[in-house]
């Protein structure tokens, strides 16, 4: 097997989300992927997307614009459910579920930079990996799969 940039980027997104889960604890990085999905949605609505963009000279500011503007959105989502969220969670502590989330943080992370933001702008993922996420109406059946899992992790 030979370790590409690919993998280091996938490992390097896992092992982030692996620690913050840790420290943020399951309510709290529960609230942060729900919240994303509230970004999203007011996401694909902002009207002022094209006007803020249009000051981006590369295709690369572009990107980082567009992020910016999907995680500001995020994280205002953030601010107003974390705490309903954290309140249906108990203690944590174990890596198995700090692991889970770190999955489903970096699959989050991929369905998105694939869908939603031109991440290949900055960097094209090789066909074996961009046909994961390629097929037809695959944002919807990811974001679902991903959403059902939290659902089940947060339940436990």
């Known amino acids: 097997m030979v370790f590409s940039l690919d993998l280091f980027i996938i490992a390097g997104i896992f092992a982030a989300f692996v620690a913050l889960s840790y420290t943020l604890g ?15 949605l007011l996401f694909s609505y902002f009207p002022y997307t094209n006007p803020l963009t249009a000051y981006a000279s590369t295709p690369v500011e572009r990107t980082f614009i567009l992020a910016a503007i999907l995680l500001t959105l995020s994280a ?12 249906f969670s108990v203690g944590f502590g174990e890596w198995i579920d700090a692991a ?29 990996i ?3 996420f390629t ?6 059946w990811w974001l679902l799969g991903y959403l059902a899992a939290l659902f089940v992790l947060l339940r436990r």
Request: proline letters at 3%; aromatic letters at 12%.
């Open 100 to 128: 889970a989330l770190g999955a489903i943080g970096t699959g989050l992370t991929l369905v998105v930079l694939h869908h939603t933001l031109p991440f290949n702008t900055i960097h094209r993922f090789p066909g074996n």
């Open 130 to 132: 961009a046909n994961l």
């Open 76 to 87: 205002l989502a953030y601010l107003a459910i974390k705490d309903s969220i954290d309140n």
């Open 26 to 40: 399951r309510g709290r990085t529960v609230a942060m992927y729900l919240s994303l999905y509230i970004g999203l």
């Open 135 to 140: 097929f037809e109406n695959a944002f919807f």
